[in-house]
Nanobody, 121 residues
Framework: QVQLVESGGGLVQAGGSLRLSCAAS????????MGWYRQVPGKQRELVAV???????NYGDSVEGRFTISRDNAKNTVYLQMNSLKPEDTAVYYC???????????????WGQGTQVTVSS
């Protein structure tokens, strides 16, 4: 099994910053892309940012220029630095990875349990 454990969520005022972390563990052979999505009640889960093994990044339009994704391949950990937070950034943030599990041929998507980010106005 592959586990993703997120941390760093919480309550912050508009204009503030938070840093999310997500560590992957388990019977992992290789981790490919890592990323963050977010979801608010009644809406579809949306892309926040993804990062490849080589460090290439892609961001959702609403966070471009404010959020920065990074990863530590040695620690199987992905980070999301969120600056200039807005009330509309309030959501549950989910970590995801595409990983190859020991004993399996292909890669699969795994998801964390989610961490709440609340931005007050």
């Amino acid at each position: 099994q592959v586990q993703l454990v997120e941390s760093g969520g919480g309550l912050v005022q508009a204009g503030g910053s938070l840093r999310l972390s997500c560590a992957a563990s388990g019977n992992i052979v290789r981790i490919n892309d890592m990323g963050w999505y977010r979801q608010v009640p009644g809406k579809q889960r949306e892309l926040v940012a993804v990062i490849t093994t080589g460090g290439n990044t892609n961001y959702g339009d609403s966070v471009e220029g404010r959020f920065t994704i990074s990863r530590d391949n040695a620690k199987n950990t992905v980070y999301l630095q969120m600056n200039s937070l807005k009330p509309e950034d309030t959501a549950v943030y989910y970590c995801t990875t595409d990983a190859v599990r020991r004993g399996f041929l292909g890669s699969y998507a795994y998801w964390g349990q989610g961490t709440q980010v609340t931005v007050s106005s």
